[in-house]
């Protein structure tokens, strides 16, 4: 039997609702409560004046809401009116006092918020948002980099890096290696868990960049042993120990290959004066222009490893080269697939602009200095502001209220001002509520009145 049209769309209307509901906000704060009460608590029980649920949660609104003062002005709100926002969007029951959440977080080991990571990347598979990200066949890109996000000559802790200068002098630092779903038609980036670069083992031997992508990788194919990924990585990675450890994990891997990096695989491409190539116009008069070679040795030692070698070079009208880069990977490149990848490769930069620059830029204070801790607390706020992110960015994809907030409000930078306004006054009973009112001021008038 066939569905009339207002069956079919009413289908349609249905799995809609259903699908924006698992990755709705009271779904998503929903989840990673239950992760935030599943932590254990080592604390003596009746000297806790906060449980840990409440501590994360405080500390998270603050980064949802981009505002490092948020729950004082919530218990003045408390005081006056005896309920407050953090109680009805977050679920907190009682707002810990600044001195009180930081000492409490700085006790609670960062892994524990991993499997948070983990379920939102489910959510977003199982309700088939991945797909459009895919950039090859069950094959998403997941570009790393690594990011500092403190720096100090005084203020530092356990796991801090440090660096000592010539005259003596110590700069303490903080720095991940992150990695983040992209896609080169995608204006959102979707973090994964990163790796902490930081000293955790006791010993004087500082951490990298390196050896952090490497337990990235391991965690990343445990976290996600079925998906398959696409590595995109700087010059960094690109050297044989590093990619035979990507290889290792199943992973494909697209690496950044500089001239001066790869001095012998540059001299024997020159061997190969008839590369393949391919070129293209654009509309507006620029050259693409690509060169590619399969199978070349990474470099001259003995068991040396055979990467396929790509080059890109854009040229404006003028015939001056705006863009030009190289990369080493392990598919096999040819004619068809060429644009694409040099596309993949390029679209790192998101990682950078995208994600890093709006955490450190564009309100969320992830440098801002909310007290360093001990142990914990400086990696665990930068990763309950990633969090923070992940939820804006999931709701930028797949949340019709938040994204006509956006478009009525203009910025980004305006919406959260606005947002953050009708908290400081107003109490309201969900997320959902606060975007409607913000949509349709007029309709609450009167139950504003009402309440106040
Ligand atoms: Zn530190």
Redesign the pocket.
Known sequence: MSLSTSDRLLTILASLTKQKKHLSFSALKDSMSSYFDAIEDKRVQNKCDYSLHDVLMSAFSCMYFQDPSLNEFQKRIQEEQHKNNLQTLFGVKSIPQNTQLRDILDEIPSEELAPIFNDFFNRLRRHKHLEDYAILPNTLLCAIDGTQY?RSKDI??E??LHKEHKAGEIT?S?AVLQGAIMHPDKKQVLPVMPEAIANTDGTDKQDCESKAAKRFIKNLRQAHPRQGFLIVGDGLMSHQPMIESFIDEGCHFLFVAKPGDHKYMFKSLEGFPELASYQFDDEKGCTHYYRWKNEVPLHGGENAIKVNFFEYILKNKDGKITYRNSWVTDIKMSRYNIVGMARAGRCRWKIENECFNTLKNQGYYITHNYG?GKKHL?YNMYLLTLLAFYFHQIFELTDGAYQACRKKLGSKKYMWEKFRNVIRFFIMDSWAMLMDFILSPDDYKVTLTKNR
């Open positions: 403190h530092h802790c796991q801090c303490y903080h360093h400086s």
